[in-house]
């Protein structure tokens, strides 16, 4: 059975940095494509970032491009979400996903992915 956790949520001040890190247990990460996702209050979870298993295909979404940055250590299996010069509206419950078939490349719609973490709470706020 595939468990997804993520970890290194928290709060941050506007501009500051967190580093989100997503670990899975029952698949082998570096055969999957992942996604982050969050979902912020009263709003619908929304695709983030993902990355290729192989990490040659990566798509981030455009309101944090440039400020996030999704990579991965395959040797490690381990995913992760830098996030950087961080806004107030970045506040949200931040999740990663795992679909269960190999995938070329990825995508950030949620149908894609089978397998969720219980997300991880980011809060940016002086």
């Not at 040797?75 to 990663?96: G, H, I, R, S, W």
């Not at 995938?103 to 709470?121: I, P, S």
Request: charged share 20%; aromatic share 6%; glycine share 12%.
């Amino acid at each position: 059975q595939v468990q997804v956790v993520e970890s290194g949520g928290g709060l941050a001040q506007p501009g500051g940095s967190l580093r989100l890190s997503c670990a899975a247990s029952g698949v082998t990460l570096g055969h999957r494509a992942v996604g982050w996702f969050r979902q912020a209050p009263g709003k619908e979870r929304e695709g983030v970032a993902c990355i290729s298993a192989s990490g040659g295909m990566i798509d981030v979404k455009d309101s944090v491009k440039g400020r996030f940055t999704v990579s991965r250590d395959n040797a490690k299996n381990m995913v992760y979400l830098q996030m950087d010069d961080l806004k107030p509206d970045d506040t949200a419950v931040y999740y990663c996903a795992i679909p269960n078939i190999r995938l070329a490349g990825c995508r950030r719609t949620e149908d894609l992915y089978d397998d969720w973490g219980q997300g991880t709470q980011v809060t940016v706020s002086s």
